[in-house]
């Protein structure tokens, strides 16, 4: 049976790990669509729920992270016969990526990576145009080996290609690599592959797991 490595062990096994891969949404920045829409659209309920489904929730936001379309396509896909929303999905993919909360604990972990002298990376299903952005915003992403973001290489997780692209383009070990990620099915196609995973699905995990304060 796999089994994740914060269940293997209390507390990192850092003699085990040549190098940590992260995830960016919701274990280093912040992303939730439902406070894009308030920030947007504050007060208008009706309208933030209209957006979610015509937004967010289709195979067209999919896509942009693929790196299939691009956003004027997408503008066009998601507005479809519902011409009244076009300024607002406009206004969303023009300033959605504009994420303005770390996760401290996400960083602190990346920091401490690099204390230990193990190298890092990100994994990412990112659209392209958005991930530059954020790059640039925030300087802990200088401290990151490589990166291999989806709507660059034309991958998404939890695709077993996306995780093998890494493992080939940066010479990496999967049973030595350690891979953490908010979503579940992601972790579980790295396991499979052979890395180590851990799933950041509760504040603290990865404080307790690295020996920082929570």
Same mark, same amino acid.
């Given at each position: 049976m796999l089994l994740m490595l914060d269940d293997l062990y209390t507390t990192a096994p850092w003699d085990q790990l040549d190098a940590v891969v992260f995830d960016v949404g919701n274990v280093l920045?912040?992303? @939730?669509?439902? #406070?894009?829409? *308030?920030?947007?659209?504050?007060? #208008? %309920?009706?309208?933030? !729920?209209?957006?979610?489904?015509?937004?967010?929730?289709?195979?067209?936001?999919?896509?942009?992270?693929?790196?299939?379309?691009?956003? %004027?396509?997408?503008?066009?896909a998601m507005t479809g016969?519902? @011409? %009244?929303?076009? @300024? @607002?999905?406009?206004?969303?993919?023009?300033?959605?990526? %504009?994420?303005?909360?770390?996760i401290p604990e996400g960083v602190e972990t990346l920091r401490a990576v690099k204390a230990?002298?193990?190298?890092a990376f990100v994994l990412s299903n990112y659209h392209t145009d958005a991930f530059a952005y954020i790059e640039k915003k925030y300087d802990f992403f200088s401290l990151f080996d490589g990166k291999v973001i989806s709507a660059r290489v034309g991958l998404l997780k939890p695709d077993p290609a996306i995780f093998r692209r890494l493992t080939?383009?940066?010479?990496?070990?999967? *049973?030595?690599s350690?891979?953490?990620?908010d979503t579940?099915?992601?972790?579980?196609?790295?396991?499979?592959?052979?890395?180590?995973?851990?799933?950041?699905?509760?504040?603290?995990?990865?404080?307790?797991?690295?020996?920082?304060? !929570?």
């Open positions: 920045v912040r992303f @939730s669509p439902e #406070q894009v829409l *308030t920030e947007l659209f504050h007060g #208008q %309920d009706a309208l933030q !729920a209209r957006l979610m489904g015509r937004v967010f929730k289709t195979p067209y936001w999919i896509m942009l992270d693929h790196g299939i379309i691009t956003y %004027d396509e997408a503008l066009e016969r519902e @011409s %009244d929303l076009r @300024s @607002s999905i406009r206004l969303i993919l023009q300033n959605w990526q %504009d994420l303005k909360h770390t230990h002298g193990k190298k080939e383009c940066y010479g990496l070990q999967p *049973t030595r350690l891979f953490i990620d579940p099915v992601n972790v579980e196609a790295a396991m499979t592959l052979g890395w180590q995973g851990i799933c950041y699905n509760e504040p603290g995990k990865l404080s307790r797991f690295f020996g920082m304060n !929570a």
